[in-house]
């Protein structure tokens, strides 16, 4: 191997910067560490004159990602673009064919092309590095992929997206609406160019879908994700969920069951003595269960600049030491397919909040609906009740024990049939320890 490893970098914003910085910083220790020099040769963004905080005067400048990834002045591609399509995926499939390793943050680029780009990367012989796209600075896919080899995972779980972690944390503390919250993470720079991505859940689904196919030696599917974000969380939720000893997390889970690998992204309870449960803020978690390990879970930045820079630079250092894991654990043609587990499926305990119109009968009438499906109450609490005492509707709050979607889905059907209740009925499902 050549003494010195020629990076270069395609988009230069935040992450890109970090990256540029913590190479300077460590420097020293990386040659130590790797046995060579790195040193970034070449970078691509959009604004060539723009102060990017480092001195770029002995870097190559170019206009295109595209020919970045095709020089012949660089050894290893940094892709730091993002977008599932366009110039960070011609980018990074250019440098893999022109026998370049490739380091990337991007997520939605490998929810929808890993495969193909691992198929290559094998094919050439090279590596296809991407700590950096799940759970920003956490070291989850190495965990994963050689940590845990000596495991068999049950599950793999948790908060994938800080966005939406910080939106949740701060409603529940600052009993603050959900727009304001959302609003402040945009201001702080956590959220996605179009937050409809963290929001809506599509965010966390792009990064289980990698964490499943390492968790599971599973092709990457993201279409075999059931994905719900947190829009219709609301302040009376998180109010009822902390009462009743429970936190409202946006998780990812993925997880071993009879009729396959169940993939879901969802707000969901989780019971606050948990690990997940602690974790506040932009600050993501990652919990696996395992027969070896039990259970582990792993705490830290999801998102931020030095945070995301942290894995690139890992993934940079291994390159630069020569090591070239396959990028999905398994052979590209080992990967077994996955097919989507219907969310009818889904077994566990769900919390339920029904705006009941407050007159006799109406606890019998939903319980009996339960009943008749086997559906087992752990609680039933009324909060409160209609001022004026004319019958106007009062939340009330379910907890079931055990059960399956179709079965709560078909009772809350009856119960709106029955006329108990004034709107649609709120369902959560609770996470199992
Ligand atoms: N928008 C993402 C988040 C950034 O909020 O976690 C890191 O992928």
Same mark, same amino acid.
Request: aromatic fraction near 4%.
């Given at each position: 191997?050549?003494?010195?490893?020629?990076?270069?970098?395609?988009?230069?914003?935040?992450?890109?910067?970090?990256?540029?910085?913590?190479?300077?910083?460590?420097?020293?220790?990386?040659?130590?560490?790797?046995?060579?020099?790195?040193?970034?040769?070449?970078?691509?963004?959009?604004?060539?004159?723009?102060?990017?905080?480092?001195?770029?005067?002995?870097?190559?400048?170019?206009?295109?990602?595209?020919?970045?990834?095709?020089?012949?002045?660089?050894?290893?591609?940094?892709?730091?673009?993002?977008?599932?399509?366009?110039?960070?995926?011609?980018?990074?499939?250019?440098?893999?064919?022109?026998?370049?390793?490739?380091?990337?943050?991007?997520?939605?680029?490998?929810?929808? +092309?890993? =495969? &193909?780009?691992? #198929?290559?990367?094998?094919?050439?012989?090279?590596?296809? /590095?991407?700590?950096? *796209? $799940?759970? @920003?600075?956490?070291?989850?896919?190495?965990?994963?992929?050689?940590?845990?080899?000596?495991?068999?995972?049950?599950?793999?779980?948790?908060?994938?997206?800080?966005?939406?972690?910080?939106?949740?944390?701060?409603?529940?503390?600052?009993?603050?609406?959900?727009?304001?919250?959302?609003?402040?993470?945009?201001?702080?720079?956590?959220?996605?160019?179009?937050?409809?991505?963290?929001?809506?859940?599509?965010?966390?689904? +792009?990064? =289980? &879908?990698?964490? #499943?196919?390492?968790?599971?030696?599973?092709?990457?599917? /993201?279409?075999?994700? *059931? $994905?719900? @974000?947190?829009?219709?969380?609301?302040?009376?939720?998180?109010?009822?969920?902390?009462?009743?000893?429970?936190?409202?997390?946006?998780?990812?889970?993925?997880?071993?069951?009879?009729?396959?690998?169940?993939?879901?992204?969802?707000?969901?309870?989780?019971?606050?003595?948990?690990?997940?449960?602690?974790?506040?803020?932009?600050?993501?978690?990652?919990?696996?269960?395992?027969?070896?390990?039990?259970?582990?879970?792993?705490?830290?930045?999801?998102?931020?600049?030095?945070?995301?820079?942290?894995?690139?630079?890992?993934?940079?250092?291994?390159?630069?030491? @020569?090591?070239?894991?396959?990028?999905?654990?398994?052979?590209?043609?080992?990967?077994?397919?996955?097919?989507?587990?219907?969310?009818?499926?889904?077994?566990?305990?769900?919390?339920?909040?029904?705006?009941?119109?407050?007159?006799?009968?109406?606890?019998?009438?939903?319980?009996?609906?339960?009943?008749?499906?086997?559906?087992?109450?752990?609680?039933?609490?009324?909060?409160?009740?209609?001022?004026?005492?004319?019958?106007?509707?009062?939340?009330?709050?379910?907890?079931?024990?055990?059960?399956?979607?179709?079965?709560?889905?078909?009772?809350?059907?009856?119960?709106?049939?029955?006329?108990?209740?004034?709107?649609?009925?709120?369902?959560?499902?609770?996470?199992?320890?």
């Amino acid at each position: 191997m050549a003494e010195i490893l020629r990076i270069g970098i395609a988009g230069v914003g935040t992450v890109g910067a970090s990256v540029v910085r913590l190479l300077a910083q460590q420097d020293e220790a990386l040659r130590a560490r790797t046995g060579r020099k790195v040193v970034v040769s070449a970078i691509s963004a959009r604004d060539k004159a723009k102060d990017r905080g480092f001195d770029t005067s002995a870097i190559k400048f170019f206009d295109d990602p595209v020919a970045l990834a095709a020089s012949e002045d660089i050894d290893l591609f940094v892709e730091l673009i993002g977008g599932d399509e366009g110039p960070a995926r011609l980018a990074v499939e250019t440098a893999l064919k022109h026998g370049k390793s490739v380091v990337t943050a991007n997520k939605a680029l490998l929810a929808k +092309h890993g =495969l &193909a780009l691992a #198929a290559l990367a094998e094919e050439k012989r090279v590596a296809l /590095a991407y700590e950096a *796209s $799940v759970a @920003g600075g956490i070291p989850i896919v190495k965990t994963l992929r050689e940590g845990l080899a000596g495991n068999s995972i049950e599950r793999v779980y948790g908060i994938l997206n800080g966005t939406c972690n910080y939106i949740l944390s701060k409603m529940e503390m600052e009993e603050m609406p959900f727009d304001v919250c959302l609003k402040e993470a945009q201001r702080l720079g956590y959220a996605e160019a179009d937050p409809t991505f963290d929001i809506g859940g599509f965010d966390t689904a +792009h990064k =289980l &879908a990698i964490l #499943a196919s390492l968790a599971f030696g599973t092709e990457i599917d /993201a279409e075999a994700i *059931s $994905v719900e @974000g947190i829009e219709h969380v609301t302040l009376a939720d998180l109010k009822a969920a902390e009462e009743l000893g429970y936190r409202i997390k946006l998780l990812g889970v993925a997880q071993r069951t009879p009729h396959g690998v169940e993939q879901r992204v969802h707000p969901t309870m989780v019971r606050k003595t948990t690990s997940i449960a602690q974790v506040m803020g932009v600050t993501n978690a990652v919990t696996i269960d395992a027969d070896a390990v039990h259970e582990l879970t792993l705490v830290g930045p999801g998102a931020g600049g030095n945070a995301t820079a942290s894995a690139v630079v890992a993934d940079i250092a291994d390159i630069a030491r @020569g090591v070239r894991s396959r990028p999905l654990g398994l052979p590209r043609a080992a990967l077994s397919k996955v097919k989507r587990v219907e969310m009818q499926r889904h077994e566990g305990g769900y919390y339920i909040r029904l705006a009941v119109f407050d007159k006799p009968g109406a606890f019998a009438g939903i319980a009996t609906r339960m009943a008749e499906r086997g559906i087992s109450l752990e609680s039933i609490v009324q909060r409160g009740r209609g001022a004026d005492k004319t019958g106007a509707p009062v939340p009330v709050v379910l907890i079931t024990y055990a059960t399956t979607e179709k079965l709560v889905r078909e009772a809350l059907d009856a119960i709106m049939a029955d006329g108990f209740v004034a709107e649609r009925p709120q369902s959560i499902r609770i996470e199992r320890e």
